[in-house]
C-alpha cells in the first residue's frame, strides 16, 4: 500500500465532508469510501464527550498511544475518521475488512487488559477483538479473544472497549504481537470503525488489514487508538 496513504485519505475524507458526497451514507452520518483498498470512514461529531476507561491500580502501560483523559479530554482518538471494521454480510455490500495493531513489549510482562478505540456504526453491535502471537510478521495464532459488545457510536468521543483476561497473557520483552479487530458468525453484518490515535501522527507502525483472503502487512502513520495494559 502506498506510503502517502494517509494524507490521500485525509484529502479524500475533507472532501466527502464538505461535498455532502452521495456516496454511501451507513448510518449517523457516516460516509464509507475506499483508498487503495481500505475501507475508510469519515462523519461529523456527535459531541457527547465520554471519557475513556479509567486506569486500574496495579496494572501498567505495555503499549499506549492515547492521550490522558485529564490532561487531553477530547484527544483521546480521533472521533470521526478511521478505517473500518466490516462483516461480509453487512447490508451495504462493502468488502469484508479486519485490522490489526502490532506492538513490541520493552519487558517481559502479562496482558490483562487491551483497550481500544473502536466504534459501532451498523448491523450487530459486537465485534471480536483478540491477542495474537506473531508469524512471519504478520498476526498469527490466537493468544486470548473475545466478543465485545454494546460498541459506543462512531461520532462520539472518546469511550473506549476493553478486553480483560483475569489469568493474563505472558508476552516477552523485544517481541512483536498483534492486536486484533475482526467479525465472526455472530456479528457477520457488522459495520464500525477503528479510530486513528492522536499523539503521533509520524512514527511509523506495523499495521495489518485481511480483505477476506489474508493478512497483508502495511507500516504507516498513524495508528489506531490502543493501550495493552498488564503487570
Not at 20 to 26: M, P, R, V
Not at 49 to 75: S, T
Request: net charge negative; hydrophobic share 40%; aromatic share 10%.
Amino acid at each position: 500500500m502506498s506510503k502517502t496513504r494517509f494524507f490521500q485519505n485525509v484529502v479524500l475524507a475533507a472532501a466527502v465532508t464538505l461535498a455532502g458526497s452521495t456516496a454511501l451514507a451507513a448510518a449517523r452520518g457516516a460516509v464509507n469510501f475506499r483508498v487503495n483498498g481500505t475501507t475508510m470512514v469519515a462523519g461529523p461529531a456527535i459531541r457527547t464527550p465520554v471519557q475513556r476507561a479509567k486506569e486500574e491500580p496495579g496494572l501498567v502501560a505495555i503499549f499506549d498511544n492515547m492521550l490522558p483523559v485529564k490532561k487531553y479530554p477530547y484527544g483521546t482518538y480521533f472521533c470521526c475518521y478511521a478505517p473500518g471494521i466490516v462483516g461480509p454480510d453487512n447490508q451495504w455490500g462493502i468488502p469484508e475488512q479486519w485490522f490489526a495493531e502490532a506492538f513490541t513489549p520493552s519487558v517481559n510482562a502479562t496482558v490483562t487488559k487491551i483497550e481500544l478505540g473502536v466504534t459501532y456504526i451498523a448491523g450487530t453491535n459486537s465485534v471480536n477483538v483478540g491477542l495474537y502471537s506473531d508469524a512471519g510478521g504478520l498476526p498469527g495464532t490466537s493468544l486470548v479473544s473475545r466478543d465485545l459488545d454494546n460498541l459506543p457510536t462512531f461520532g462520539g468521543c472518546c469511550a473506549t472497549i476493553t478486553l480483560k483476561d483475569s489469568q493474563g497473557v505472558a508476552v516477552t520483552a523485544g517481541t512483536q504481537y498483534w492486536v486484533v479487530v475482526s467479525t465472526d458468525s455472530k456479528d457477520e453484518d457488522f459495520l464500525g470503525s477503528w479510530n486513528y490515535n492522536t499523539s503521533d501522527q509520524v512514527t511509523k507502525i506495523n499495521q495489518a488489514e485481511n480483505f477476506g483472503s489474508g493478512w497483508q502487512l502495511d507500516t504507516v502513520a498513524p495508528g489506531v487508538a490502543l493501550a495493552v495494559w498488564g503487570q
